[in-house]
């Protein structure tokens, strides 16, 4: 598409998908520049909502650990690219238990919550669901199995040497 104005509007953008519109400049004799001046892409999701700003899911690294004495850690880390969360909120078995703020991230941009008062031998579903400014992004859980006694004495060990 090709205008000389400096506004242009698109028709009605595909729901569920990300489309990207880019801007090149030209000249009175329509010489058109190589380069990109500036480019967008603008998310929406299933309904037409843009969520092109809201943090995305915390999909890498998502694990939850079993701790003795009725405890668990849940770890996860971010993409890299897009909006970055300003906050996380930690949902144990669907109910809130609590929040982790971006700037308590551990290096390279991983992050940690601890639970406490689980059940031995019971399943628990840990969900993160990541926020900014724009909005909440998509909830990532993954299950964990409750561990009150921790492991049994360790009542020998062996060792051999490997020439």
Same mark, same amino acid.
Do not use: H
């Given at each position: 598409?090709?205008? &000389? !104005?400096?506004? /242009?509007?698109?028709?009605?953008?595909?729901?569920?998908?990300?489309?990207?519109? #880019?801007?090149?400049?030209?000249? =009175? =004799? !329509? $010489?058109?520049?190589?380069?990109?001046?500036?480019?967008?892409?603008?998310?929406?999701?299933?309904? $037409?909502?843009?969520?092109?700003?809201?943090?995305?899911?915390?999909?890498?690294?998502?694990?939850?650990? +079993?701790? @003795? *004495?009725? =405890?668990?850690?849940?770890? /996860? &880390?971010?993409?890299?690219e897009g909006p970055a969360p300003t906050s996380c909120e930690v949902m144990l078995s669907g109910a809130p238990?609590?929040?982790?703020?971006? +700037?308590? $991230?551990?290096?390279? !941009?991983?992050?940690?919550? $601890?639970?406490?008062?689980?059940?031995?031998?019971?399943?628990? &579903?840990?969900?993160?669901?990541?926020?900014?400014? /724009? *909005?909440?992004?998509?909830?990532?859980?993954?299950?964990?199995?409750?561990?009150?006694? *921790?492991?049994?004495?360790?009542? #020998?060990?062996?060792? @051999?040497?490997?020439?």
């Amino acid at each position: 598409m090709v205008t &000389t !104005g400096t506004s /242009w509007s698109s028709g009605p953008l595909a729901a569920g998908q990300a489309t990207s519109f #880019g801007l090149r400049a030209i000249d =009175q =004799q !329509g $010489g058109e520049e190589k380069n990109l001046d500036c480019a967008v892409t603008i998310e929406l999701d299933p309904f $037409g909502g843009d969520i092109t700003a809201r943090p995305k899911s915390p999909v890498s690294g998502l694990r939850a650990v +079993a701790l @003795a *004495g009725g =405890q668990a850690r849940v770890e /996860w &880390t971010y993409p890299a690219e897009g909006p970055a969360p300003t906050s996380c909120e930690v949902m144990l078995s669907g109910a809130p238990v609590g929040s982790v703020p971006e +700037a308590a $991230g551990m290096p390279y !941009g991983g992050y940690s919550f $601890g639970v406490a008062g689980l059940s031995d031998g019971s399943i628990y &579903t840990l969900t993160v669901v990541p926020s900014n400014g /724009w *909005g909440s992004g998509p909830p990532t859980s993954v299950t964990v199995i409750g561990n009150a006694t *921790g492991p049994a004495a360790v009542d #020998g060990l062996s060792a @051999a040497v490997i020439v």
